[in-house]
């Protein structure tokens, strides 16, 4: 089955430790995005790729990092940095980086740092 | 700033009536117009869209209405089912911005029996 794979699922972190969360696709997709979602807010963009070895900063991308090495592959790492770490994210991919592609969404990772 | 915006953030709505959702944008440069639907703990799923060269798209139960000149659009679902109770998402999308999407905040529709 296609599709895309966010792990873990729940992930607990003590405060100053970097953490990394994974997202793989087999769509075959150039482009991925990753969002952070808070209660009551939409989703927000971090980051997002539109081609392996490139990326582009989104809305709120201080105090987390990414890097496409594969074309299947966008890791996001939550760093020390990032002040309010505490989130739902979610990976998502789409065919190429343009409007009439639709993104599809991996499952979500729920971070909690204490 | 939000360029999109959700300003209902529940709704409720009986099984069988017209459940509907609105969404209105700040930004003209926008010209692609998404629905995403999501559940709890779960990722979003695409729902349906509509382009800015038309005002209407159909798709089974949802039919997504586009207003350019009043910068905004609705989502409504007939006959609403209790399957449907969801938080719904509007986002909007240009070809300046890459594919990239903006969100609003969401609705949580509840559909009762």
């Known amino acids: 089955d296609g599709g895309i794979t966010q792990s873990p699922k729940y992930l607990f972190r003590k405060e100053g430790q970097n953490v990394t969360l994974s997202c793989e696709q087999n769509?075959?997709?150039?482009?991925m995005y990753w969002y952070r979602q808070d209660p009551g807010q939409g989703l927000r963009l971090i980051y997002y790729?539109?081609?392996?070895?490139?990326?582009q900063k989104g809305d709120i991308a201080e105090g987390y990092s990414v890097s496409r090495e594969k074309k299947e592959s966008f890791p996001l790492t939550v760093t020390s940095a990032q002040k309010n770490p505490t989130a739902f994210y979610l990976c998502a991919s789409s065919i190429r980086s343009q409007p009439i592609y639709e993104q599809y969404f991996g499952p979500g990772t729920r971070l909690t740092v204490t | 700033d939000q360029q999109v915006k959700q300003n209902s953030p529940s709704l409720s709505v009986q099984e069988g009536r017209i459940s509907i959702l609105n969404c209105d944008y700040t930004n003209s440069m926008f010209d692609y117009f998404l629905w995403y639907k999501k559940y709890p703990a779960e990722g979003p799923t695409f729902l349906i869209s509509?382009?800015?060269?038309?005002d209407k798209n159909e798709d089974g139960r949802f039919t997504v209405f586009l207003n350019k000149s009043a910068k905004h659009l609705s989502l409504h679902i007939v006959p609403s089912q209790p399957g449907d109770s969801a938080v719904y998402f509007c986002a909007a999308s240009s070809r300046s911005t890459l594919g990239r999407l903006y969100f609003g905040r969401g609705t949580q529709l509840t559909v009762w029996p």
């Open positions: 769509l075959n997709h150039d482009a």
């Open positions: 790729s539109q081609i392996v070895n490139d990326f």
């Open positions: 509509i382009s800015s060269i038309k």
